[in-house]
C-alpha cells in the first residue's frame, strides 16, 4: 500500500505538466530534481528517503513546484515514516524564471506513521535558494537553499533547514 502510494506520487508529479500542457513548446520550461538533503535526513536515520518534484515556469519570474516525499526515520521513536506531498509557488527575483535568487512558498499535506499509528499532517515550507544552471548545454540544474518547515499542531521547529537539490531542465 505505502510503496503504491509513493509510486502514485512521483508519476503524478512527473507527468502532470505535460499532461496538462499538451502541444505546447516545452523547451526550457520545466524541471525535475532530485532533493539530496531529505534523502540524505533518511538514510543517516538507518531508513530510506526521497524527494523529488517537478517545476513548470508560468512567466518571466514565477514557476509552480509540485514536490513528492518518503521519509523513513528508522532510528528514530517508533520508526517514523512520513509521506508527504506539496504544490507551491517560486518567484525568481530576476528573469529567466529556472536561474538565479528564487523564494518559495509551498503549503503541504501528508502521513506520518508511527508504531503503526498514522496521522494526517499539514503545514507550509517557505525557501530561500538559488539555481545554477551547469554543464554544457546549461540544462543541468544545482540548487543549493534554505527553508523553514512548519506543521500544523506540532511545536515550532528550531532553525533551518539547508539543502542542495540536483535536477535537469528540459
Known amino acids: 500500500m505505502k510503496s503504491k502510494t509513493v509510486l502514485t506520487l512521483v508519476v503524478v508529479l512527473a507527468l502532470s505538466g505535460n499532461l496538462l500542457c499538451y502541444g505546447a513548446d516545452f523547451s526550457g ?22 524527494t523529488m518534484s517537478y517545476e513548470r515556469v508560468l512567466g518571466n519570474r514565477i514557476s509552480v513546484q509540485g514536490k513528492g516525499t518518503y521519509m523513513h526515520l528508522a532510528d528514530a521513536p517508533g520508526s517514523l515514516k512520513m509521506i508527504l506531498a506539496s504544490l507551491g509557488f517560486r518567484w525568481y527575483f530576476a528573469p529567466p524564471a529556472l536561474k538565479g535568487f528564487f523564494a518559495g512558498l509551498y503549503p503541504m499535506a501528508g502521513v506520518g506513521i508511527e508504531d503503526g499509528t498514522s496521522s494526517f499532517l499539514a503545514g507550509g515550507t517557505a525557501e530561500l535558494g538559488y539555481t545554477w544552471r551547469v554543464g554544457k548545454t546549461r540544462r543541468f540544474l544545482v540548487e543549493p537553499y534554505i527553508k523553514y518547515p512548519y506543521f500544523a499542531g506540532q511545536p515550532p521547529l528550531i532553525g533551518i533547514a539547508p539543502g542542495i537539490s540536483l535536477g535537469y531542465m528540459f
Not at 520550461?29 to 526521497?50: P, T
Open 29 to 50: 520550461k520545466s524541471a525535475f530534481s532530485l532533493d539530496l538533503s531529505q534523502s540524505a535526513l533518511s538514510w543517516e536515520a538507518g531508513g530510506l528517503g526521497l
